[in-house]
């Protein structure tokens, strides 16, 4: 099982990216997909979520209304359109997948549990997001 996350690049202030999240050695159907990033010194940020039984998507404040996720399941690829990057934004991305179940998309105690790593067994390798003038 394999989750090939490409796509990353350095890019100025405004500018944007696509990654992509290639799946060999198991299907995404009936599996969501999330895409993670760390910066340097940072712990790893939950940034966005997508289901596959209804496509329901859920972002990080950090990067609603600037990012979009999004899946094709025929390709095995779930892709994450980042526009009008920040500095901020960066930071190592990372996918990954865990099956597709009701309770990730619950808001509990001031968070979703879709945010914690322990629901994700499969883990793509990173890609570098490098957003600087």
């Known amino acids: 099982v394999q989750l090939q996350a490409s796509g990353g690049g350095s890019v100025q202030p405004g500018g944007s990216l696509k990654l992509s999240c290639a799946a060999s050695g198991i299907s995404l159907t009936n599996r969501a997909v999330a895409w993670f990033r760390q910066a340097p010194g940072s712990e790893r940020e939950a940034i966005s979520i997508i289901s596959d039984s209804d496509r329901r998507t859920i972002y990080a404040d950090s990067v609603k209304g600037r990012f979009t996720i999004s899946r094709d399941n025929a390709m095995n690829t779930a892709y994450l359109e980042m526009n009008n990057l920040k500095p901020e934004d960066t930071a190592v991305y990372y996918c990954?997948?865990?099956?597709?179940?009701?309770?990730?998309?619950?808001?509990?105690?001031?968070?979703?549990?879709?945010?914690?790593?322990?629901?994700?067994?499969?883990w793509g390798q990173g890609t570098q997001v490098t957003v600087s003038s």
């Open positions: 990954a997948t865990a099956v597709d179940r009701d309770v990730l998309y619950t808001f509990y105690g001031g968070s979703y549990y879709w945010i914690h790593e322990v629901w994700y067994d499969y």
